[in-house]
């Protein structure tokens, strides 16, 4: 946890309006828009107290929807200058070439994915500042800062793409598998993780939170490399051993390999740039956002078996790579002894018949039904931790969140 460098200032950090919202389900239909979540520009927060997930109007939640549309339109929008701003000043005309492939390398992977942690940053930017906060040059800053995030998943996914083998991401081809690409793709990920700092840098290092930033992100990757490496040793490739799946190694990996940075990363760093910088109430959040976390993690794992490539954008590869998923762990907790035999001689194969027997094992038990008891218990636990934690800070930021990923297809 980056150590606190600056007092609450302005009044950023104070206890702000506390009705909480109630969340909009998608139960019935459609995701709410990619971005959703906040109310619209100068709308206020409601009072009053807890409600069902089912009682949003359709006025309110149009109008959250066209203000998740403008918002992502905005941050789209500042990623030509996020471009321009690493490739076109350096001063170093004799590196011109290796210029121009970071130039490619950000723009085949930068965009195209649903940004919701830069998203995310942007809102709670705007949810937590104070009206002095709120001047162009902050806005931008918290852009640049968002798209500091977006790129430190590039950096992630680049790599994680090689180590897994996948074949595609966000609809086109994973960026090692283009052609004359291959494991230069490694170098190409250094220079995503790179990018991140340079962007920081010129952002914000006149501004008093930059050190917390810096280590903000310097822990989030140590950590989320933890859980990358976790995830690699308890599931090698060529080493299929189900007595290492275990919940307690799952929940640990997924809350080291993406909670940290998918969903505190994004909130702690607009808490740190309005001035709220004590544990207390970092770790309040923190107790929400990683719990957020891992329910993102299982209704990933959930779509790498059951859903649609052409919404997910990628092809799930999940069993064939021996992975420790949620299903597979579920799945272990109700076999029977010759359904455990089929589950060891056909997981972690590549050949596509043992791919179908597990999917079968899957849903001979039950588990898509499974998985929609998982989500509407966990959205509720969700909804009980930020009326508990989120006593000072704004529970929209973390209402937003939860229905952006409640009964998310992709």
């Known amino acids: 946890m980056p150590g606190a460098v600056v007092g609450r200032g302005g009044g950023a950090g104070g206890p702000r309006g506390s009705g909480l ?49 403008a918002e992502r339109e905005e941050f789209l929008a500042f990623f ?33 994915g649903k940004c919701n942690r830069g998203l995310t940053v942007l809102a709670a930017f705007r949810e937590l500042a104070a009206p002095e906060q709120r001047d162009p040059q902050s806005l931008r800053r918290a852009l640049a800062v968002g798209w500091c995030i977006e790129l430190f998943q590039a950096f992630f996914l680049v790599a994680d793409d090689i180590m897994d083998g996948s074949l595609t991401r966000r609809g086109q081809l994973c960026w090692y598998k283009k052609d004359g690409i291959g494991l230069d793709a490694i170098n190409d990920a250094f220079l995503l993780e790179s990018s991140v700092y340079r962007l920081l840098k010129k952002y914000c290092r006149e501004q008093p939170y930059y050190v917390n930033l810096l280590e903000l992100f310097l822990q989030t990757g140590y950590q989320t490399e933890l859980g990358q490496t976790l995830d690699l040793i308890t599931a090698p490739v060529s080493q ?30 607009a808490m740190y740039m309005t001035g709220i910088d004590s544990k207390e109430e970092h770790d309040n959040a923190k107790a929400i956002l990683l719990e957020m976390g891992e329910f993102f993690q299982i209704q990933d794992d959930y779509l790498d078996c059951f859903g649609d490539p052409e919404l997910t954008g990628k092809v799930g590869t999940d069993i064939q790579d021996n ?15 010759d359904q455990r035999r089929i589950l060891e001689e056909n997981y972690g194969c590549k050949e596509p018949e043992k791919v179908a027997k597990v999917k079968e094992l899957y849903e001979s038990l039950g588990m898509r039904a499974a998985f929609q008891e998982y989500e509407e218990s966990s ?3 969700l909804q009980d931790l930020i009326e508990k934690h989120a006593s000072r800070l704004p529970k929209e930021i973390f209402l937003g969140l939860a229905r952006k990923i409640y009964k998310r297809q992709k």
């Open 379 to 381: 959205y509720q636990r």
């Open 80 to 112: 030509p200058q996020v471009v321009r701003d690493l490739t076109e000043e350096l001063g170093h005309r004799e590196v011109g070439d290796a210029v121009a492939r970071l130039k490619e390398v950000l723009e085949y992977n930068g965009p195209g």
């Open 240 to 269: 299929v051993d189900l007595s290492r799946f275990s919940e307690q190694r799952y929940k640990t990996i997924v809350k080291y390999k993406t909670a940290f940075y998918s969903f505190y990363l994004p909130v702690a760093a």
């Open 21 to 69: 919202r109630a969340p909009a389900s998608p139960a019935g239909g459609g995701r709410s828009a990619p971005g959703g979540g906040r109310s619209a520009p100068g709308g206020g927060r409601g009072a009053g107290g807890r409600c069902g997930p089912l009682s949003v109007t359709m006025s309110g939640s149009g109008a959250r929807g066209a203000a998740a549309a």
């Open 323 to 337: 992975k420790c998923s949620w299903l597979v762990v579920e799945c272990l907790r109700r076999v029977t002894p």
